[in-house]
């Protein structure tokens, strides 16, 4: 191999192991990058199952006042009631 192939192979390799590091710099941030995205990931899926279990005790409480408010409204009812039977309303 003459002197002029070696220094212009010289200089592709030169090249290459720079490039080499880039990509190994690259490697790194996109590791971290990867990492943060599993970390948001883990935390947006909790943040899921607990607006789903807070989605769930509205409901019961919705359905538990909805019968609380009915038992009064039958209570009230039959006060009304009482109250007619007794003249004391009408």
Do not use: H, P
Not at 64 to 83: C, H, S, W
């Amino acid at each position: 191999m003459d002197y002029e192939s070696k220094e212009a192979l010289g200089k592709i390799l030169d090249r290459l192991d720079k490039i080499d590091s880039r990509l190994d710099k690259m490697d790194s941030r996109l590791d971290k990058i990867d990492n943060r995205l599993d970390i948001m990931e883990i935390r947006q899926n909790k943040m899921a199952e607990q607006i789903t279990e807070l989605q769930l005790a509205q409901k019961v409480f919705e359905l538990n006042a909805n019968k609380k408010f009915t038992r009064l409204q039958d209570g009230m009812d039959a006060v009304e009631e009482i109250l007619r039977m007794n003249e004391l309303i009408r």
